[in-house]
């Protein structure tokens, strides 16, 4: 993409400045990628001097959010699958794959993204039930030459892959094959095999030695599609308001390299913040070796403004829908059985790579989404804290799906920063945590007004996504579950004001950049999203709904509707 830095007066608007007062001005100054005036029209056209003068005629001006847990190069890699996004019948969908394979290689795998809307694929089992899964039949005369596999949702347990013929000899898969694993390979009423791959297809948190059939034979994704599937994806965050992200854990060192190399080419519009991830399969030895290596990262990280790296991370579980949390007590897993899993790293281990990291210097992200796998960590946090403070470190914990109001005091305490997510609870409050885990405990899930009311500066993030700022920040208020559409913890609703916040000036302070961005003010960079209508003022519900016009990053648009401004 293009950018080009803007020296403008946006004038007569409505700009939300998130500044300490949470002040709302009329008109923003932008002058050599900074914020050079605030405040009156008049006063900001004088005080900008020659520059470009575009009247808002009331639109809302918003700082850029800030996203502390998003992953582009992890899910980039889906903007290389034949996408199925909109189709929601057999016919569709086979005319989707017949279209992809007049375009292939003879043998080329074609591998899809899966059936229904992303990123949930809530609508997944109703398309299933309306039979319009198509088979391995139809897909193997939808494309003759070309082993089709149409990839199962990875956040989605049970659920289907679905193969066709070529596909599933290539995989040495047969109806008789024994699949060890709570994975179904359906049959017709004649015992021949459907295509249809029914239960734990997940690559992440259930990675059961049937899948690795599949995984062995498909085609291994390389640096260059890492690199190109962040090219493609990191524009929809930023047409999204998106102007910072984080990239917090399941992270590589090639993709940092990537991440180089396109802003190097103009074809990177976000300012990123990368951590490298500890190996908790590793012995303690060999991580004091990795940390070494990584002494660079140490104190304030090392970078640009445009590409920083900003610690280490450790991840002590996985989600719950994947029955992977660590929590303090056994609980229902996705295929009726009671599970309790340990972390993923050892307590000890943990222990000894928090002191190795406060001993080092550096800023510690821990992936802990479970209430046991938030214990180990704030224990092991605390012992250190005992030993030299890190309360002005700025260590963060990911995910804290139900921290107990206890932990919340802790965290409080140590100066510790969450991030989470409510899109968790578009995509999980129904299924996972009310019929899964309970009522009662749904009920506390995701608690950004017990956070706030203890004065931590917890932060709003994307992660699995929904993408897009507004539909986060309008779900930060409403709290709906996407199944059905029941409000999931109705103590925790928070306000407008707040919700910006947590996705901007909270989200800075979490990097160490509250000085730099998370605001409008004089002197700070120019991250701005302008939106088609004001978030503190419209419904609730048209939030979701409220379209980004302009994105700018460092005075550069980097996002630009059709029609919207003449930027």
């Given at each position: 993409?293009s950018?080009?830095?803007?020296?403008?007066?946006l004038?007569?608007?409505?700009?939300?400045?998130?500044d300490e007062?949470?002040?709302?001005?009329?008109?923003?100054?932008?002058?050599?990628?900074?914020?050079?005036?605030?405040?009156?029209t008049?006063d900001?056209?004088?005080?900008?001097?020659d520059?470009?003068?575009?009247?808002?005629?009331?639109?809302t001006?918003?700082?850029?959010f800030?996203?502390?847990h998003?992953?582009?190069?992890?899910?980039?890699?889906?903007e290389l699958?034949?996408?199925?996004?909109?189709?929601?019948t057999?016919?569709?969908i086979?005319e989707?794959?017949?279209s992809?394979a007049?375009?292939?290689?003879?043998?080329?795998?074609l591998i899809?993204?899966?059936?229904?809307?992303?990123p949930?694929?809530?609508?997944?089992?109703?398309?299933?039930r309306?039979?319009?899964l198509?088979?391995?039949?139809?897909?193997?005369?939808?494309?003759p030459?070309?082993?089709?596999?149409?990839t199962?949702?990875?956040?989605?347990v049970?659920?289907?892959?679905?193969l066709n013929?070529?596909?599933?000899?290539?995989?040495?898969i047969?109806?008789?094959?024994?699949?060890?694993?709570?994975?179904?390979i359906?049959?017709?009423k004649?015992?021949n095999m459907?295509?249809?791959l029914?239960g734990?297809?997940?690559?992440?948190?259930?990675?059961y030695?049937?899948?690795?059939r599949?995984?062995?034979?498909?085609?291994?994704?390389?640096?260059?599609?890492?690199?190109?599937?962040?090219?493609?994806l990191a524009?929809?965050?930023?047409?999204?308001?998106?102007?910072?992200?984080l990239?917090?854990?399941?992270?590589?060192?090639?993709?940092?390299?990537?991440?180089g190399?396109?802003?190097?080419?103009?074809?990177?519009?976000?300012?990123?913040?990368?951590?490298?991830?500890?190996?908790?399969?590793?012995?303690?030895?060999?991580?004091?070796?990795?940390?070494?290596?990584?002494?660079?990262?140490?104190?304030?990280g090392?970078?640009?403004?445009?590409?920083?790296?900003?610690?280490?991370?450790?991840?002590?579980?996985?989600?719950y829908?994947?029955?992977?949390?660590?929590h303090?007590?056994?609980?229902?897993?996705?295929?009726?059985?009671?599970?309790?899993?340990?972390?993923?790293?050892?307590?000890d281990?943990?222990?000894?790579?928090?002191?190795?990291?406060?001993?080092r210097?550096?800023?510690l992200?821990t992936?802990?989404?479970g209430?046991?796998?938030?214990?180990?960590?704030?224990?092991?946090?605390?012992?250190?804290?005992?030993?030299?403070?890190?309360?002005?470190?700025?260590?963060?914990?990911?995910?804290?799906?139900?921290?107990?109001?206890?932990?919340?005091?802790?965290?409080?305490?140590?100066g510790?920063?969450?991030?989470?997510?409510?899109?968790f609870?578009?995509?999980?409050?129904?299924?996972?945590y009310?019929?899964?885990?309970?009522?009662?405990?749904?009920e506390e899930?995701?608690?950004?007004?017990?956070?706030i009311?203890?004065?931590v500066?917890?932060?709003?993030?994307?992660?699995?996504?929904?993408?897009?700022?507004?539909?986060?920040?309008?779900?930060?208020?409403?709290?709906?579950?996407?199944?059905?559409?029941?409000?999931?913890?109705?103590?925790?609703?928070?306000?407008?004001?707040?919700?910006?916040?947590?996705?901007?000036?909270?989200?800075a302070?979490?990097?160490?950049?509250?000085?730099?961005?998370?605001s409008?003010?004089?002197g700070?960079?120019?991250d701005?999203?302008?939106l088609?209508?004001?978030p503190?003022?419209?419904?609730?519900?048209?939030?979701?709904?409220i379209e980004?016009?302009v994105?700018?990053?460092?005075?550069?648009?980097?996002?630009a509707?059709?029609g919207?401004?003449?930027l």
């Amino acid at each position: 993409m293009s950018e080009q830095q803007v020296d403008v007066a946006l004038i007569n608007g409505n700009v939300i400045t998130v500044d300490e007062s949470f002040s709302v001005v009329e008109a923003v100054g932008i002058r050599d990628g900074r914020v050079c005036a605030l405040g009156p029209t008049r006063d900001v056209i004088a005080a900008c001097g020659d520059v470009r003068v575009i009247d808002l005629a009331g639109k809302t001006v918003t700082p850029g959010f800030v996203d502390t847990h998003g992953h582009i190069a992890l899910f980039g890699l889906d903007e290389l699958k034949v996408q199925l996004t909109g189709a929601t019948t057999r016919e569709s969908i086979i005319e989707r794959i017949a279209s992809a394979a007049a375009d292939a290689r003879p043998g080329e795998w074609l591998i899809t993204t899966p059936i229904g809307t992303p990123p949930y694929f809530l609508d997944f089992e109703g398309i299933r039930r309306a039979g319009d899964l198509p088979d391995a039949a139809a897909l193997e005369r939808a494309a003759p030459e070309n082993p089709v596999y149409i990839t199962a949702p990875t956040n989605r347990v049970p659920n289907s892959a679905i193969l066709n013929f070529r596909a599933l000899a290539l995989a040495g898969i047969e109806a008789t094959t024994e699949t060890n694993a709570p994975i179904d390979i359906v049959l017709d009423k004649i015992g021949n095999m459907t295509g249809e791959l029914r239960g734990a297809m997940q690559p992440l948190y259930n990675p059961y030695p049937f899948y690795q059939r599949i995984e062995s034979v498909i085609p291994a994704h390389d640096y260059a599609d890492v690199r190109e599937g962040i090219r493609r994806l990191a524009p929809k965050f930023a047409a999204g308001g998106t102007t910072s992200l984080l990239e917090a854990h399941l992270t590589h060192p090639r993709e940092l390299r990537a991440y180089g190399e396109l802003i190097e080419s103009g074809d990177l519009p976000l300012r990123v913040f990368f951590t490298f991830e500890i190996d908790g399969n590793a012995s303690v030895a060999e991580i004091e070796c990795q940390l070494d290596a990584l002494q660079f990262a140490a104190g304030n990280g090392f970078g640009t403004a445009r590409l920083r790296v900003n610690g280490i991370s450790a991840g002590l579980d996985g989600p719950y829908w994947h029955g992977a949390a660590c929590h303090d007590q056994p609980y229902p897993g996705p295929f009726g059985d009671v599970v309790q899993p340990s972390t993923l790293m050892d307590p000890d281990t943990y222990a000894q790579v928090v002191d190795l990291a406060v001993a080092r210097g550096f800023r510690l992200h821990t992936e802990c989404a479970g209430r046991g796998s938030i214990t180990v960590a704030l224990a092991a946090l605390a012992a250190a804290n005992e030993r030299e403070s890190i309360r002005d470190r700025r260590f963060v914990i990911e995910h804290c799906e139900f921290p107990t109001p206890a932990q919340i005091a802790t965290c409080a305490k140590l100066g510790l920063i969450p991030t989470t997510s409510t899109n968790f609870i578009w995509g999980k409050g129904e299924e996972v945590y009310r019929e899964r885990l309970g009522a009662e405990l749904a009920e506390e899930a995701i608690p950004l007004r017990s956070w706030i009311d203890a004065g931590v500066p917890v932060c709003q993030s994307t992660d699995w996504g929904p993408r897009g700022a507004m539909f986060t920040l309008w779900q930060s208020l409403t709290r709906q579950a996407g199944l059905g559409g029941r409000v999931i913890g109705e103590r925790q609703h928070i306000t407008r004001e707040e919700a910006l916040r947590l996705f901007t000036i909270n989200g800075a302070y979490a990097l160490g950049m509250e000085r730099d961005i998370g605001s409008l003010e004089v002197g700070k960079r120019a991250d701005i999203a302008v939106l088609s209508s004001d978030p503190l003022q419209c419904p609730v519900d048209a939030i979701r709904d409220i379209e980004v016009l302009v994105t700018m990053r460092d005075g550069e648009v980097i996002h630009a509707a059709r029609g919207s401004l003449p930027l």
